[in-house]
């Protein structure tokens, strides 16, 4: 992926020093496509915040604001993990049907001492 081309307008997002030249912003709406174009392009793409800040460059204030708009649009949804995930996609950590609970436990016991 090519770095982020810089606008220096206000209402932009911060990029980060090691993305694009210092005191360099981007516009909000070229953040909000790219971050929904990597989600399009990997379905199953599941990021925690620090994850997505590292991922596209961008301040942590900056990073939740884009991915909390992608969230109140539909597109992105939270998990009870706190990581971040396309609204369509089904972790099979969140199935019902393969919860832990299922999953048959053998147990050793530990021989009887005998004092």
Same mark, same amino acid.
């Given at each position: 992926?090519? +770095?982020?081309?810089?606008?220096?307008?206000?209402?932009?997002?911060?990029? &980060? +020093?090691?993305? &694009? +030249?210092?005191?360099?912003?981007?516009?909000?709406?070229?953040?909000?496509? %790219?971050?929904?174009?990597?989600?399009?392009?990997?379905?199953?793409?599941?990021?925690?915040? &620090?994850?997505?800040?590292? #991922?596209?460059?961008?301040?942590?204030?900056?990073?939740?604001?884009? =991915?909390?708009? #992608?969230?109140?649009?539909?597109? #992105? /949804?939270?998990?009870?993990q706190r990581?971040?995930? /396309?609204?369509?996609?089904?972790?099979? %950590?969140?199935?019902?049907? #393969?919860? =832990?609970?299922?999953? +048959?436990? %053998?147990r050793t016991h530990a021989?009887?001492? /005998?004092?």
């Amino acid at each position: 992926m090519n +770095p982020p081309t810089c606008v220096s307008v206000s209402g932009g997002v911060r990029v &980060a +020093p090691t993305a &694009a +030249p210092e005191d360099c912003w981007m516009h909000f709406a070229t953040v909000v496509d %790219r971050v929904r174009s990597d989600f399009t392009e990997m379905p199953c793409l599941e990021l925690t915040l &620090a994850q997505a800040i590292r #991922l596209w460059h961008v301040g942590a204030d900056d990073c939740r604001f884009v =991915l909390d708009a #992608l969230v109140d649009e539909g597109f #992105l /949804r939270w998990t009870a993990q706190r990581t971040i995930v /396309r609204a369509d996609y089904v972790s099979y %950590r969140n199935a019902p049907d #393969l919860s =832990l609970s299922h999953i +048959p436990v %053998r147990r050793t016991h530990a021989p009887h001492r /005998r004092a």
